[in-house]
């Protein structure tokens, strides 16, 4: 799992958003994104972009956890309601997984555990590829 996290910690992208891995374990992980003025989009609200990739970097951490290089082949999030508030969440917890797929449930929330979208994604899995951060 060290590995993975090094990975992540070098994921540009999400370091440009703020995002940060709190916890992953084996097929889980928890992540967070103080939302920011640039996180906003023409009406004020978060972007339903940010809120998007905040999901999919905890959908990326629980499937990679196993140690085994795993890309995502679909996914899509419902938008709940428009948070308000300085700090969102996601969590990622496996829902089933094979030698080749992953599928997992990803809550976005904001403080006080308040559901603000809904994200479901499926990995392909390589078995014979390990995750590295060469």
Same mark, same amino acid.
């Given at each position: 799992?060290? /590995?993975?996290?090094?990975?992540?910690?070098?994921d540009a992208y999400a370091?440009?958003?703020?995002?940060?891995? !709190?916890?992953?374990? @084996?097929?889980? @992980?928890?992540?967070? %994104?103080? +939302?920011?003025?640039?996180?906003?989009? %023409?009406?004020?609200?978060?972007?339903?972009?940010? %809120?998007? /990739? !905040? @999901?999919?970097?905890?959908?990326?951490?629980?499937?990679?956890?196993?140690?085994?290089? @795993? +890309?995502?082949?679909?996914?899509?999030?419902?938008?709940?309601?428009?948070?308000?508030?300085? =700090?969102?969440?996601?969590?990622?917890?496996?829902?089933?997984?094979?030698?080749? !797929?992953?599928?997992? /449930?990803?809550?976005?929330?904001?403080?006080?555990?308040?559901l603000v979208a809904?994200?479901?994604?499926?990995?392909?899995?390589?078995?014979?590829?390990? =995750? /590295?951060?060469?």
């Open positions: 799992m060290n /590995s993975v996290r090094k990975g992540l910690e070098n370091s440009h958003l703020g995002i940060e891995l !709190l916890a992953m374990e @084996a097929g889980y @992980a928890r992540a967070r %994104m103080p +939302v920011k003025a640039f996180h906003g989009n %023409m009406h004020g609200m978060v972007h339903g972009g940010a %809120m998007f /990739s !905040l @999901a999919d970097f905890a959908f990326q951490a629980a499937s990679n956890s196993h140690g085994v290089v @795993a +890309v995502a082949i679909n996914a899509n999030i419902s938008y709940i309601q428009a948070p308000q508030t300085e =700090v969102l969440y996601a969590e990622a917890t496996e829902v089933s997984r094979t030698r080749r !797929l992953a599928t997992y /449930s990803i809550k976005v929330t904001a403080e006080g555990d308040k809904m994200f479901q994604g499926t990995v392909y899995r390589m078995p014979d590829k390990a =995750v /590295s951060t060469d």
